[in-house]
T-cell receptor, first 112, second 113 residues
Framework: DTGVSQDPRHKITKRGQNVTFRCDPI?????LYWYRQTLGQGPEFLTY????????KSRLLSDRFSAERPKGSFSTLEIQRTEQGDSAMYLC??????????FGQGTRLTVV | SQKIEQNSEALNIQEGKTATLTCNYT??????LQWYRQDPGRGPVFLLL???NEKEKRKERLKVTFDTTLKQSLFHITASQPADSATYLC????????????WGLGTSLAVNP
């Protein structure tokens, strides 16, 4: 296992289209996080899974965003009816209890 | 609300000097702080973690201190190299069950040859 993997690395989509991103965490990590980051800002928390349970979703997230982790392994983040303001880097991280988080390389979304 | 603050101004230093970055926190007492490095277009990479009962932690040319009285952590890179140029982020685990990371905005470091 070489670390957290995200796919795709880059996504360009037209406004109004739906997009889905995938994250494969480090295999023994039961905690998984999604963050969003824009230029010059620190990562912004989106949602958190422990195993397959989604334990928290940011209040900043609209109903257009949904995330799943069906078997407690990989996770998907879907954005419906994309808007230009959704353009950002979407980061996935995983960790075990009481350890540091390991991040993937991110998916850069551009909405045109 | 819990907040982490880092120097927003970029830090420019000469190769070989020691770089010192600051992380201040307010409105809470974190159990530990983490430092990450981020290069443009890439995800953050973990560097060091320091717990509240630790004054100092070292790893190769890196050193982190934690002063709970000042509510501050300092991150030092000794004998800096141009390859150390990146953005350095300070983060803390939010108190609570989900333990999400609360981040500073990061400080950009440029090491000039």
């Amino acid at each position: 296992d070489t670390g957290v993997s995200q796919d795709p690395r880059h996504k360009i989509t037209k406004r109004g289209q739906n997009v889905t991103f995938r994250c494969d965490p480090i295999s023994e990590h039961n905690r998984l996080y999604w963050y969003r980051q824009t230029l010059g800002q620190g990562p912004e928390f989106l949602t958190y899974f422990q195993n397959e349970a989604q334990l928290e979703k940011s209040r900043l997230l609209s109903d257009r965003f949904s995330a799943e982790r069906p078997k407690g392994s990989f996770s998907t983040l879907e954005i419906q009816r994309t808007e230009q303001g959704d353009s950002a880097m979407y980061l996935c991280a995983s960790r075990e209890a009481n350890t540091e988080a390991f991040f993937g390389q991110g998916t850069r979304l551009t909405v045109v | 609300s819990q907040k982490i603050e880092q120097n927003s101004e970029a830090l420019n230093i000469q190769e070989g000097k020691t770089a010192t970055l600051t992380c201040n926190y307010t409105n809470y007492s974190p159990a530990y702080l983490q430092w990450y490095r981020q290069d443009p277009g890439r995800g953050p990479v973990f560097l060091l973690l320091i717990r509240e009962n630790e004054k100092e932690k070292r790893k190769e040319r890196l050193k982190v201190t934690f002063d709970t009285t000042l509510k501050q952590s300092l991150f030092h890179i000794t004998a800096s190299q141009p390859a150390d140029s990146a953005t350095y982020l300070c983060a803390n685990l939010h108190a609570g069950n989900n333990r999400k990371l609360i981040w500073g905005l990061g400080t950009s470091l440029a090491v000039n040859p």
